[in-house]
């Protein structure tokens, strides 16, 4: 963790990405939506003049919306850009929330659905009827995880729908930089798109909403 402003390894690493590897400050108007917002991240995203910007989480204070991301107050297609670092593995119902987080990307968005994988395991650990903290903590590595993913994390988000690609993007800083910012050089960062043309949840001949929230 850094001393000043706190943020760990992966923020770090998925800043370097938003700005150097990707168009989002560059590109025109972005609705971006950020889930389980890291307050690091948060402050600088929410000051970028060309980003709309939405924060969500079921408990943390201060977000912009309250919500469960199984059950995401979106509207179909109306979201150009997803950050969800670390989130998933605290979902017990998982493949119900990249669903929904396909939902309301638009074709042609994308998704940065980051999650902690153990490369040495082949399949994700999951056992729901686990829930007691202790036990979570034994089997999960964290009191608040409900599974441990593994390889095949890449597969449960292609299986509800997205194009998955592990961006090895940390090898291609030099390694001053990685020293320097103190990313871990073995984290791909999975990169979900949703191909222009596909309209998930929208019935044919209909069109999304323009707004941007679902009525409550």
Known sequence: MCPKCRSLERHRLLWLYLTR??????SGYRRVLHIGPEPVLEQRLRSAPNVYYVSIDLHAPGVMCRADITRLPFHDNSLDVIIC?????????????????????????????????????EATYE???????HERERLFGQSDHVRVYGRDYKDRLEAVGFHVKL?????????????????????????????AGEREGVAAGTQPSTRLWSKR
């Open 21 to 26: 590897a990707t168009d989002l400050f560059s």
């Open 85 to 121: 670092y670390h989130v998933l593995e605290h979902v017990m119902d998982d493949r119900r929330a990249m669903k929904g987080l396909l939902r309301v990307l638009k074709p042609g968005g994308w998704a940065l659905l980051q999650s902690p994988v153990d490369l040495e395991r």
């Open 127 to 133: 056992d729901l009827t686990v829930d007691t903290p």
């Open 167 to 195: 961006d090895d993007y940390v090898k291609t800083l030099p390694a001053k930089l990685v020293r320097t910012f103190g990313v871990r050089s073995s984290e791909q960062i999975y990169v979900c798109t949703k191909a």
